[in-house]
């Protein structure tokens, strides 16, 4: 998904006056971002929006707010100031931004967190900046919170051998709890252990 | 039978009363901004417990099929604590969030001057971000703040239907009846109001503008008086519709005056990349 993607789909949203009003304003004054970034889900919808994948139309104005401004530190305030569904829509779009590896750390944060939402938003394209330790324990985090790993952006490429080892000692653990591993982490096991 | 919480403080609950509430028909909660018991001394420790009114504790709640809103204020205790004033500086980032339902609790405590001070501008930030205020009376000399906070509504210029004044029992109602304002009592084991006195409220007075709250917070309290309630006006001979009236339609009807509850599911909350999330940890 682009922002391209996402800004044509938009074009068919009722509320989009509203946004073009409010890229307007933002341009003309970045204070107002907080504000009007914290209204778009309400002006525009939390229903999926059509040619937008699983995008909401609040989420892909959010990104468009966003990316009018494209600046890490507001990137990073707005994140630690949103509500969940903010947060989520700033992690959603941050592959879609040019800020370089500048806001990893709200990955990290995410990560910290037990909302199984921003875990997984977590763990999308932009994760291919975060180092394999913290990536592996995200993985593992998915796993443990019933996650499913399809949401983990590249997953088979940068499975290794220390994720292989670290959910082979989870599948030990199970089996002696007498409880299953999630099928989906039972079949990365299985594709990946006997690599090299 | 549908049951909507008006007024509950569910970060001090359990796992358990959640899946208590949901399979005794709780559908809705509205957890309004408090005190903790132990007294806070600087506004980070506000922002960190107003993001989890609007961030963890509704993830919480939404595992159980409970919807969760809030409302966000500076309480009239720890108004009077000078160290945490400036959070009155942080409340418009807050007024401005679409869990955020009103402006609340607010009211008196002590009755201080700081408290007179925190409550009106309150009331203000509720006209200027189109909100509604829950308002707290206080616990000690109740009738003579109860007077006193409905002359501050009246001043702040706030449309009385847009208040819930809270805590009422049968000495307070009446005041309360014929400022215009709704009218809240919270259901207690011991103290505040019980399920039998406030059928003979609903029996005395009936079911306009009343809501009923279980307030269960940290101290003893039981998040499941609300339904202890429905039951009771059942037995007393109250239709299936009037006890829906007073446990869902009522807190509807006044939250929804904020424009922003939501009580049909969001699908982008409940799953992510197709597939459902909120199983929770193990």
Not at chain 1, 35 to 58: I, V
Not at chain 2, 105 to 116: K, L, N, Q, R, V
């Amino acid at each position: 998904m682009t922002l391209d993607d996402l800004r044509t789909a938009l074009k068919a949203v009722p509320g989009r006056d509203w946004l073009d009003d409010a890229e307007s304003r933002v341009r003309a004054d970045p204070g107002q971002v907080s504000r009007l970034f914290a209204q778009a889900d309400r002006r525009m919808g939390r229903e999926r929006l059509a040619g937008a994948g699983d995008w909401t139309a609040g989420q892909a104005a959010r990104a468009v707010l966003l990316a009018t401004l494209d600046d890490a530190g507001t990137v990073a305030r707005l994140y630690h100031e949103g509500d969940a569904a903010e947060r989520l829509a700033v992690l959603r779009a941050l592959p879609l931004l040019s800020i370089g590896d500048a806001a990893v750390p709200l990955l990290h944060d995410a990560l910290r967190t037990n909302d199984t939402r921003l875990v997984a938003a977590a763990l999308g394209p932009y994760a291919a900046r975060l180092d394999a330790a913290t990536w592996r324990q995200g993985v593992i985090k998915c796993v443990f919170l019933g996650v499913p790993l399809n949401v983990v952006a590249d997953l088979d490429r940068r499975t290794d051998r220390e994720l292989t080892a670290m959910l082979s000692a989870l599948a030990a653990e199970r089996a002696a709890a007498g409880r299953p591993m999630p099928a989906d982490a039972a079949d990365l096991l299985e594709r990946t252990k006997e690599q090299p | 039978m549908r049951i909507f919480d008006p007024h509950i403080h569910m970060t001090s609950r359990t796992t358990d009363d959640y899946s208590a509430m949901a399979a005794a028909g709780v559908r809705a909660v509205v957890e309004p901004a408090f005190w903790l018991g132990q007294p806070r001394t600087s506004p980070g420790s506000f922002t960190d417990y107003f993001d989890s009114l609007i961030g963890w504790e509704p993830f919480r709640a939404g595992q159980y099929g409970i919807r969760h809103h809030a409302t966000i204020a500076l309480n009239p205790k720890e108004a009077n604590d000078p160290r945490c004033r400036p959070v009155l500086d942080l409340l418009p980032r807050y007024l401005v969030k679409d869990g955020v339902v009103a402006v609340g609790e607010i009211g008196y405590d002590s009755m201080t001057p700081a408290e007179d001070e925190t409550l009106a501008v309150q009331l203000a930030l509720a006209v200027e971000h189109e909100l509604p205020a829950l308002v707290h009376t206080p616990h000690r000399d109740k009738a003579a703040g109860t007077v006193r906070t409905l002359a501050v509504v009246r001043e702040a210029g706030i449309d009385a239907g847009r208040v819930l004044i809270d805590h009422l029992n049968e000495v307070t109602i009446d005041l309360v009846r014929d400022s215009g304002c709704w009218m809240g009592f919270s259901i207690y084991p011991d103290t505040k109001m019980s399920p039998p006195r406030m059928v003979q409220i609903l029996q005395r007075y009936g079911p306009e503008r009343i809501l009923v709250n279980s307030a269960a917070d940290w101290g003893k309290s039981d998040p499941l008086l609300t339904v202890a309630t429905a039951d009771a006006m059942r037995e007393a001979g109250f239709s299936a519709d009037d006890v829906d009236r007073v446990m869902w339609r009522n807190p509807v009807e006044f939250y929804a005056q904020s424009g922003r509850l939501e009580l049909t599911a969001k699908p982008q909350e409940d799953t992510f990349a197709g597939s459902s999330i909120l199983r929770g940890g193990s």
